[in-house]
Structures are given as structure tokens and as C-alpha cells.
């Protein structure tokens, strides 16, 4: 295995019926997954113990993209032999290289082109590897990756990025956030974008507005594809589980974003469990988004 694996909504409401070229619509299949990170002391919860049941978990639900949060250089390494499919790409936060817990990245590498795809930190100085800023307690970051996909090449590409947010900062969670928003059409012009990610901050906080809200009159370049999907919260949207399957009164803190260029078929909670526990301390989130293919071009226009 190489060193580094080379693994990265239109305001949509949701699908309630089908579209003329419903026949040709393409969904892809999007999770965010927080997995703990594998040297934490977790006792009867250490990633040996749930590492299997974690991959089980993935696979039932079969995403296309998968974005991983809290990823350790052995995890990463793990999950991509046991998910053949996909390539992934992820870096350490300390160094860029191998050291500290990685933002991976996964995408079925049939489906889709690697374009383009790296790394910035969370930071002031979002170029330089390890660089935090505000008052974050340690390095964070994101990776994202450009990708055509083979079975819409009518479609524009994909931006897809993945982040962690820093537990501690409350300022440089709202820093990350409006740095994210920045980033978004500087590495995604022509693009449709997918952010997933564990943001560490609720539906409403000040870091949810950054990413999300109008700013100035401008719209942000992403919607909140749970949000969107289901307009009315409710009172057990949590997503930290602390290993536990009963824990979902708690904040909804894993959030995918989306272009206004996708429709959102379905976004939920994965609940996934076995006899009281979860594989990893906090729930995955997923989401299915739909783009028809667009018209044929005229010659020499691309999309």
C-alpha cells in the first residue's frame, strides 16, 4: 500500500415526486462517520473490539463518497482494505503526512475520476501544514478531493470536502466555518460540492449560521441537507452517542452540507446498533442526492 492512500444542494425540498427523466436520475450515496480515533482507551469499546461491526455498518448502507472524521493512520489504513472498492486520501493534521488523527476520505474508485484533491488547515495560515489559529486547542483541518463521475458525465463535477471542527474553541469554530464558506467556491467554481464533517457545534450556534445562513444578503453556497430534507426538528436528532444507542437527545453536531444543485432524496441518522451499543461514539449521518443528467451539450462547451 502507498504511504498516502489515494482515497477525498438549488434549495432543494425533498423528492415527493418523480421527475420527467426520473428514469435516468443518478443518486449518490453520501455518509459522514465519525469512528473514534483507534488508540483512545476505550475499554470494551476500543476499535479492536468494534472495528469490524464499524466496516458492517459502512457497507450496509454503501456509500459512493464517505467522509471519516478522527481517522488514525492504522484506521485509515484498515478501512481501505477492507472497503476495496474505494480510493481514499488522508493526512495527518500534525504534519500533513502521518502524524495525528486524519479527515479521510473515501470514493468508489469505479464510479468516480480523481481530478484534483488536497488538503488546507483550519487556520490563518491555511497552506501551512500543522498551522492552527484563534483559539482552537489542536491543528484542524480539511481534505477534499475533485471528481468526475463516469456515470453522469453530463454532470458538472464534485467537490467533495471532509473537516472536524476543533471540541474546545468557540472562536475557531466560527472562524473554521466562514474559512470553510470561502473555500467552498475558490476550490469548487463549476462544481457541485459536498461537505461532510463533525462541526462540534449545534443546529443554530454561531458555526451553523457561518456555513449556512445569508450573510449580507448572500446566500450561503450550501444547504443543510438533513435540515432541508426534514423542515421541522424534533427532539431526538442527536448524533454523539458516547457508545450509547439510547443517546439521541443530544445536539445533532455531524452535518452534511450540499450545493443548491442537488436534490436531496433522503438525509437521516443512522441508528445502527447491537445490543445497546454503537460502533463508534458518534451516529453516522447520510444522505442520497439526485442530479438528472443535463442536456446534451453544444459541441466544444463542456458542463
Known sequence: MSRFCITSLLM????????????????????????????????????????????????????????????????????????????????????????????????????????????????????????????????????????????????PPILFLNTHFDHLGKQARVESARLLRRQIPALGQGCRVIVTGDFNAAEGSEPYRALFGSIEDQPSPVVDAFRTAHPESGPNEGTFTGFRADSVSGARIDWIGVSRDWQIVQAEIDRTSREGRTPSDHFPVTAVLRAAPQPNLPSGTTP
Not at 12 to 41: H, K
Not at 61 to 75: A, H
Not at 136 to 154: E, G, N
Open 12 to 155: 432543494v425540498l425533498p423528492l415527493t415526486a418523480p421527475c420527467p427523466a426520473a428514469e435516468q436520475a443518478i443518486d449518490v450515496r453520501v455518509m459522514s462517520f465519525n469512528i473514534r480515533f483507534g488508540t483512545a482507551r476505550d475499554g470494551e469499546n476500543h476499535w479492536d473490539r468494534r472495528k469490524e461491526f464499524l466496516v458492517q455498518t459502512i457497507k450496509a448502507f454503501d456509500p459512493d463518497l464517505l467522509g471519516t472524521q478522527e481517522t488514525v493512520g492504522f484506521q485509515r489504513d484498515y478501512l481501505a482494505q477492507q472497503l476495496p472498492d474505494y480510493d481514499c486520501l488522508g493526512v495527518g493534521r500534525n504534519d500533513g503526512r502521518e502524524s495525528g488523527e486524519m479527515m479521510a476520505l473515501y470514493f468508489k474508485k469505479v464510479r468516480f475520476e480523481k481530478l484534483a484533491g488536497g488538503h488546507f488547515w483550519l487556520s490563518e495560515t491555511p497552506d501551512q501544514a500543522g498551522s492552527k489559529s484563534w483559539d482552537s486547542s489542536l491543528p484542524r483541518m480539511v481534505t477534499w478531493v475533485k471528481l468526475r463521475d463516469r456515470r453522469a458525465t453530463q454532470t
